[in-house]
């Protein structure tokens, strides 16, 4: 009796082979962006080298997720297509529980980017902190608040060092009751950072046209200390060159929007702003996400995208860091009240 | 006796289809269409996880409807693109472990081939043929000398002609996907917007939209402006009479230049009631033959992509299990897969 071990959920392609629960063979190599070509190959070496038949094969274990989307959709796809095939069970494992270390109670750690980490806790089968996204700066807070428990992965985008890890040999354990999959054929990824299903709300971005005007001005009057005059907004849509608009749109109706100009290798946010009915839910989150598109669908390369925000605006300050934004310098008395600025800049290219 | 199971996955459908020495067994189609209506075009990530989640359940399906095992299959087909990068790499996943677990051929086939041939399963292709490939990722003029021998023509310079549908329906406030309401409103509509023709630069067959979104645009925002209403029915028609019309234009002109027997048509735009009517009345008395897809197979769907297999597979075109997705496979290249 042979089971079936994949795991193609970060930077690695692995696959492993056991007889009777002893791990007999492995395959484990980096692969970023490849497994989707290896996979299959690789998995075809492995039982032809043991002169496994496909009836010998009992079952299979797959990491799940979270991690790489693509790359968690490969391995669980081959997966799904052999129980399918063969009519065989499909175990699913958290991939973050895949990197424990031995009994140990692990931190288990991997880059979820712009400054975030996917993490779990688990000591062998148990879960001390099941999986979830989170700030860096915070994974860092809970990491030292936690001496007693090792770290794994490649952590250097920490500036920390985890143990090695041994996937396989945690898929070989993995296929325990609570990890069995009731509905192989409709098995799906586990995906955490899901801005779609997550988020109750369907958020339309689009371009600014000139009936959205009175719903952006109302929204413009209601954020901003010296909003922009409805002339000046028009002139921003229809007259400047440089200028572009972005609306977000929830159920046909304008909740947020995006004011930006790009100059030859640069962009900059003049305006965002988001209904306040809206906020925390991820429509600015859109908002930026249009706007780098926008910026790398240009025909001559946009590099970096600048803007400035007032100082005591910590709630924007926060908004843009978390979108990779970083600070360069202040601007003392930028804005006419006399309030300095802070000039924030990110980097088009950043995940 | 040769049964083929095919999979496609390179956009918005998941679809599994099986035939037996030609013979359609089952062409089961997961369509995410409603998914990507609230967003007015195709997400690619959202498309990926579908894809994820359909793919074994129409595998089952498409067998069950067949009435065969997996192991009663004789060779594994699927798209390898051009598509959505992301959506190609499930259907590839699952047609690899298929070809691996049973030991069978794996055939890599071409989207656009797949849409080609889908006229197989209503008329018999005579060559030199010209087909025009029209849909939401491709505008294409292919000459074929042969049977799998193409060569492109004329292409569009920017968007696909479905694109150029879908953004301009979105700016009319109608529905994803913008082919049959703009259709359907044209009919009731009269031609009194002036819109310019776009100009597609060299190419003598070469086609542009990107222009004429931008036109639609404009002159849809300018009335708003000026406090004008839009004449929905005649900016439908307005439209598709530019769109459609320098389809058809450049389409005769290349099937009487290349003395073409036959014209094919072929992708989404081909369930077009204007660009049906009026190609058949312009072909009328030229001697030339035309022939118009069913409206099943003018959507994705893997049947048409068993019908190229099928020639594949007598040609021995057969692929290793490292075979890789290509987002942008030329349908000349249709035998480079490595």
Redesign the interface.
Known sequence: MYSLLLDSSNTNLSVGLAQDHQLIDEISYEAWQKQSEFMVAEIDKLLKKHAVQRSEIAFVVVSKGPGSYTGIRIALTIAKTIVFALNIPLYLVSSLQVMKVGDKPTICLTNARSQRSYIGVYQGQKEILSDRIMDNPQVLTYVKEHPEYVLSGDLGYLGLKGETVDVLSNLNEADTSANLCAEPLGARPVYLKDSYSASEIKIIVRKMNSADMPSVMRIEEAAFKNPYTEKQMTYELMENPVGNILVAVVDSNVVGFIDFMITFDSATINQIAVDEKFRKRGVGTQLIGAMIKTCQAQEDEVDFVTLEVRLSNTNAQRFYKKHAFEVITTKPKYYDDGEDAIYMVRSIIND | MTRILAIESSCDETSVAITDNGKLLANVVATQIAVHE???GV?P??A??LH??N???C??EALRQAKLK?EEIDAFAVTRGPGLI?CL??G???A???A???DKPLIPVHHLAGHIYANEYVGTLKFPLLCVVVSGGNTELVIMKGDLDFEIIGETKDDAVGECYDKVA??LGLPYPGGLPIDQHAKLGKHTYDLPEPNAGEGKYDFSYSGLKTSV?NL??SL??KGEPVRLDDMARSFQDVAIGMILEKATRAAEDYHVKQMVLAGGVSANSYLREQMKARLEGTGIDLIIPPLWCTTDNAAMIAKVAEHLYERKVFA??????DPNWRISDWAKFD
Request: hydrophobic share 45%.
């Open positions: 609230k967003y007015g997400m990530e959202i990926s996880r994820t989640e793919i074994t359940v595998l089952t997996p992301g790499h499930v590839l996943q699952a690899k472990t298929l691996m677990l049973y979105r700016v645009i849809v925002n708003k402006m290793p299990l490292t075979l890789g997705v």
